[in-house]
């Protein structure tokens, strides 16, 4: 079951709410939705998201994907202080979606060293994946007012 969240988006999975307080990039570029139980995101893909063939640009996606692993490694990881900060991210592009389709993330830890996590995760749509990467991304500390930030890269 889903509920309509506004006219600008199709309706949105349960469990699903939109992330506050994610800075501009997000705030430009969103919505981005999340749910808690797992830190996995998710985003109705909108014409403003397209390349000029109509299908989600992939710095979209690498975007959404940058964003789906340091959230997923703070929540698995249990870190609670510092910003995850990309140190690498590598993807591959395995299927195009279109404008309307529903994409969710996910992710995993496969090693900390230090300050440095490693992770994995994909996004799919319709039951496909569409992008799978991997990351690297450093445990920074970071000045108070960008503490707000802590659940993304």
């Known amino acids: 079951m889903s509920h309509r969240i506004d006219t600008m988006n199709a309706d949105v999975p349960e469990g699903f709410v939109q992330l506050s307080n994610a800075g501009q990039f997000v705030s430009v570029n969103g919505p981005i939705y999340i749910r808690a139980s797992d830190r996995s995101l998710g985003f109705r893909v909108r014409s403003a998201h397209c390349n000029p063939v109509g299908i989600c640009h992939g710095g979209w996606l690498a975007s959404f994907l940058d964003m789906q692993l340091p959230a997923s490694a703070r929540h698995v990881g249990s870190l609670t202080d510092g910003f995850l900060v990309t140190v690498s991210l590598s993807l591959d592009y395995l299927s195009p979606v279109e ?8 992710a995993t830890i496969l090693d900390r060293k230090g300050s440095l996590i490693f992770t994995q995760g994909m996004a799919t749509s319709s039951g496909s994946i569409i992008v ?6 450093k445990i920074a500390r970071v000045p108070p007012l960008a503490a707000d930030a802590k659940h993304g890269s």
């Open 99 to 106: 404008v309307g389709s529903w994409v969710e993330g996910n």
């Open 132 to 137: 799978r990467g991997s990351g690297v991304y």
